[in-house]
């Protein structure tokens, strides 16, 4: 369960990243430095998110950190709306910035909760031991 929520998470930032926040600016034809860094780093976070790169911690810093940054990325752009667009019945995208948001939250924790990686660690030499 805790894989398969994983997953989805990291396809949704992955998509809500590169859709809303990345093609959604080319689109309009107006980059926001708020809403690039929130894709960017949470196009970095999904995908550096991934099984096979768990075993470096310098990775999960990294997954953190763009995490981190994302979210911050989020709460500037939504602070950016609302103290330039100020006008009745003109709300924020809560429901898909939310969802990014909490699947961010999703991924982080996976990192931060998930097993310490020893980068010293060898599993060649555990078979190899008498």
């Not at 310098?58 to 006008?87: Q, W």
């Not at 990014?100 to 990192?111: D, G, P, Q």
Request: charge should be positive.
């Amino acid at each position: 369960m805790r894989a398969q929520l994983l997953t989805a998470a990291r396809v949704w930032v992955v998509f809500d990243a590169t859709t809303g926040y990345l093609f959604g600016q080319l689109y309009v034809g107006q980059l926001d430095l708020a809403g690039l860094v929130a894709g960017v780093f949470g196009l970095l976070a999904g995908v550096l998110s991934a099984k096979r790169f768990q075993n470096s911690v310098h990775l999960n810093r990294l997954v953190l950190g763009s995490c981190a940054a994302a979210i911050g990325g989020v709460a500037a752009d939504a602070y950016g709306y609302y103290s330039t667009l100020n006008v009745q019945s003109n709300d924020y995208p809560w429901l898909l910035s939310g969802i990014f948001v909490l699947c961010l939250c999703v991924i982080a924790f996976s990192r931060f909760l998930g097993e310490a990686a020893n980068p010293s660690f060898k599993r060649d030499a555990l078979k190899r031991a008498p």
